[in-house]
């Protein structure tokens, strides 16, 4: 292990050398073959048929269905735009119910259209809605509950449909984290009115930009494609109120090149997942989240919970530690939508509902993944890991005493 901490004045955080030259970034994207986008891109510059639903976009959308096994996938802009028109097609109004444990477009899709999103907290176990407390949230003006796989493990499905289904309402999922994986065996994409995925760098799949909304209701698709569309019809025939929202050919050959590879970014992320694991296990007050090995996952996520009372160091002192070591951890998702503008404004006391949200955020802490690390790396994060936790104490104290 190349520079270990003995002692405290060893971590950068009190002038020691950092362990690592460069940031360790959380999500550095994924890029397929760079000769096979290459060719795409020189095809379509050939072709000249840069948008409006072209062969490339055809393609991305026939594979994508053949993959999730979905009757339809209408690629989308982005992951935002395609929550926004869902939402619109189905004919949400009023309340929806959403988590605050999300990243914040969820509830934007929402409020974006006057649609208020009423919060409602998770299941400390999953980090997903908890389907115990959404019907007591449940009024006369709720329309929907959209359901985020948080870190691309599947809401408890059953029970949201089940809830769903007794009170009349709309179901859709956030599968932004969701792709490639399965809930008992069937893929993620087949839930639900329709689930949307996002293509964003960030994502370990990832076409630069973009998304895709999966349904199996021909009516939804067939409405989707006109509202992505400005409504159009057919030449000169405007028949609905819709947007742009369309996926551009560019767009969908980053997107077909990296599902070409996608096999592969599993395997380096499940790579990591496991050495990950084998290194910070039996830290205490560390907890590292587990995806269950009977489905597929994409272990985009590698995510931790810091339990400061037994650690000894808030996971807001650790990160500051880690990025002074150059490893980029991030705190998710902090502070939580409702304490975001403009939730934070409009329902000040969403929070008192959130007690395990509100607890969540506070100690989730996610480390790098994908290419960007490799075995080396990961042992010396999680040793750097093990040190600020056996020196917890001391170093809380230490930052305390130099302010
Ligand atoms: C849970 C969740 N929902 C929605 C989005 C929005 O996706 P996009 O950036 O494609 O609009 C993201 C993106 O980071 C996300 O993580």
């Known amino acids: 292990m190349t520079n270990p901490k003995h002692t405290l004045t060893d971590l950068a955080l009190f002038g020691g050398e950092p362990a690592f030259d460069e940031m360790l970034h959380v999500g550095r994207p994924n890029i397929g073959d760079r000769d096979k986008l290459i060719a795409r891109l020189n095809a379509i510059l050939d072709r000249r048929w840069l948008t409006n639903n072209g062969p490339v976009v055809q393609e991305f959308e026939a594979r994508l269905a053949e993959f999730l096994g979905v009757k339809h996938v209408v690629t989308v802009v982005n992951a935002t735009i395609g929550l926004e028109l869902v939402i619109r097609a189905l004919g949400l109004q009023g309340e929806v119910i959403v988590p605050a444990f999300t990243f914040v477009a969820t509830a934007h899709a929402l409020q974006w259209q006057e649609i208020t999103p009423v919060f409602s907290d998770i299941d400390p176990a999953t980090h997903n809605l908890d389907p115990a407390r959404i019907e007591r949230m449940i009024t006369p003006r709720t329309t929907g509950v959209i359901g985020v796989h948080v870190w691309g493990?599947?809401?408890?499905?059953?029970?949201?449909?089940?809830?769903?289904?007794?009170?009349?309402?709309?179901?859709?999922?956030?599968?932004?984290?969701?792709?490639?994986?399965?809930?008992?065996?069937?893929?993620?994409?087949?839930?639900?009115?329709?689930?949307?995925?996002?293509?964003?760098?960030?994502?370990?799949?990832?076409?630069?930009?973009?998304?895709?909304?999966?349904?199996?209701?021909?009516?939804?698709?067939?409405?989707?494609?006109?509202?992505?569309?400005?409504?159009?019809?057919?030449?000169?025939?405007?028949?609905?109120?819709?947007?742009?929202g369309k996926m551009h050919e560019f767009t969908a050959a980053a997107g077909l090149t990296a599902l070409d590879s996608l096999d592969a970014f599993?395997?380096?992320?499940?790579?990591?997942?496991?050495?990950?694991?084998?290194?910070?296990?039996?830290?205490?007050?560390?907890?590292?989240?587990?995806?269950?090995?009977?489905?597929?996952?994409?272990?985009?996520?590698?995510?931790?919970?810091?339990?400061?009372?037994?650690?000894?160091?808030?996971?807001?002192?650790?990160?500051?530690?880690l990025h002074a070591e150059r490893v980029r951890a991030r705190r998710y998702f902090y502070p939580g939508v409702h304490r975001m503008e403009p939730y934070r404004s409009l329902y000040p006391h969403a929070g008192l509902l959130l007690p395990e949200t509100e607890r969540l955020v506070d100690r989730v802490l996610s480390l790098p993944t994908g290419t960007a690390v490799d075995e080396g790396a990961i042992e010396r994060i999680a040793g750097l890991i093990r040190f600020a936790v056996a020196h917890g104490h001391d170093i809380t104290r230490a930052m305390e005493n130099e302010r």
Do not use: W
């Not at 059953?158 to 859709?172: D, G, P, V």
């Not at 992320?269 to 090995?293: C, K, Q, S, T, W």
């Open 266 to 321: 599993i395997a380096i992320n499940r790579r990591n997942y496991e050495a990950y694991r084998a290194h910070l296990a039996d830290i205490p007050g560390v907890d590292m989240i587990a995806y269950d090995d009977q489905e597929r996952n994409n272990y985009q996520y590698i995510v931790l919970e810091i339990d400061a009372e037994v650690t000894g160091i808030h996971r807001d002192l650790l990160m500051r530690l």
């Open 153 to 244: 493990r599947p809401c408890d499905i059953e029970a949201l449909e089940a809830i769903a289904r007794k009170h009349n309402l709309a179901l859709l999922f956030d599968a932004a984290h969701a792709f490639g994986v399965s809930h008992r065996g069937r893929m993620i994409g087949r839930f639900g009115q329709a689930e949307v995925f996002s293509f964003h760098a960030t994502k370990f799949f990832n076409a630069f930009e973009g998304g895709a909304i999966a349904t199996n209701d021909d009516a939804l698709a067939e409405k989707l494609r006109l509202m992505r569309n400005f409504g159009f019809a057919g030449m000169d025939n405007v028949i609905y109120i819709g947007t742009n």
